[in-house]
């Protein structure tokens, strides 16, 4: 993370916002959408998922976005990936950091990915033996990723030393950074608070956690406010909510990216992000829409008077 | 504050929300209402506001509604009051708890009320003599409100040792409680935990204070858990956030109230309230609405699987 900020804000709009909703964006549209979004001063955006075209079609040019846009300078760019193929064809594409996510649930996990966690665990072993193997002038970073640490839709509540266990096994085998997903809205703050104060006692502050949050339940804000007063200091989010609809099971949205901002710079905490060049990008994004909903407040209540970023914009 | 509850949640929608609509209750509906929210395991309401009808015809009925109000058992009935005529009526209504508010900021005060600070706190000063002058047998709380401690809309932001400043000078006019107001919808979760420790510091932790907030930004439960985690333990809310358009200025709702208790419930903290008989009263008030619009998610999106609720309701 760079020394000018204070908390990363890792887009993932690209990524979750659009394998959620119907309407497919054109490889070109993605990638205005990340080069402005970029140029407001978003570090790392996930930019695709490494999955069967058939089914997702909306990810389908997955690679071919992430050829692009590595070349943006300074962006971080990540990508989603479901297995060892996914991983070898994010890698071939340049990715810069691979997000290889599993369920703590194993009911979640099964559903999900059709595999058991161990199986999962398994396949993640050899995406970090695949990496090894093939890299020399290189290293993709490898996240774990830990869906549904705060709860499950088929089995309910999920214990947080399961959390604490798959956490220590993905690290055992080589992953870089985690990042811990409350997948189904399901997290409250205290419960968030609890669970990183947990996870730091348990992995050490040398880890770099991130966490990913959805809106479902309204508390997505207050679960990251929570994440950051515990330590955590790279937040998923999604411009414009996009995918979010809060009342549909299985798709309600991820936090809001422009709300986000605004509350961690309102906090003094630094995210890079120039919030006016950040509205631009939505209205950008938006502009591609066919009638999908989107969320956020900040965009229409604009700051308050007074109001002064953190991070000062050149 | 009852024993059995852990953070006491003040229903503010009769005073707060039926005053920023256009739809006029009728003093039955009101009643309704209230009583239904009681029934519900609400413990303290603010059901009307004492104001010239003519300013305020929503509020009109104000001292009917708590003659009325007053009957429920167990029911704290609490009222607004801008100067010392409105709590003659209210206390001659028997309400329990006035509501005394004057802003932090001087211009705000000014516009708002048309008095200056100073001038506000010797009607305050007033208001406390008269309860003593004219109670023997029973003595109506006086709450001292602080509006626009986190920033004003005139004047941008308000300085904490201000906030710290008024606190002082209501209680040494005989305030019996603080409510700590964030008026205009201005605050960060950052800055409600510090502006609160700080109150905490300056007039100690046996002085009951409540926190007001508004969802303006979408920061209105990152603020009640923020003031929740410095020690509040009373907070003001909305049912079905009623009022509440987040994008007109001056007429943002207030927090959610079955949201807000959602998550007290939910991080292990008592409130009394039955979720589900709450969201009755929200449907029932709903259908008394010409049209406008009411906030929240819960209410769509449900408890999450497993989830146990702090209050064991009988």
Known sequence: MSDDIDVLVHEVGPRDGLQSIETIFPT????????SQAAAGIPQIQVGSFVRPDLLPQMADSADVVKEAVKIPGLIVSALVPNLKGAQNAIAAGAHQLGVVMSVSEAHNKS????????????????????IDVESDRTTVISGGLATSFGCTISGLVPVRDVMKRAEQLLARGADRLSVADTVGFANPRQVKDLFDELFRTVGDNIPVGAHFHDTRGLGLANAFAAVEAGVRELDSCLGGLGGCPYAPGASGNIVTEDLVFMLEAMGMKTGVDLDALLQTRELM???????PTQGTFHKAGPPLGFVPATIVA
């Open 28 to 35: 070109q549209a993605k990638l205005e959408w990340i080069r």
């Open 112 to 131: 999900n990915i059709t595999r058991s966690v161990e199986e999962s665990l398994e396949e993640f072993r050899k995406i970090v033996e695949y990496r």
């Open 286 to 292: 938006e502009g591609y829409l066919k009638g999908e």
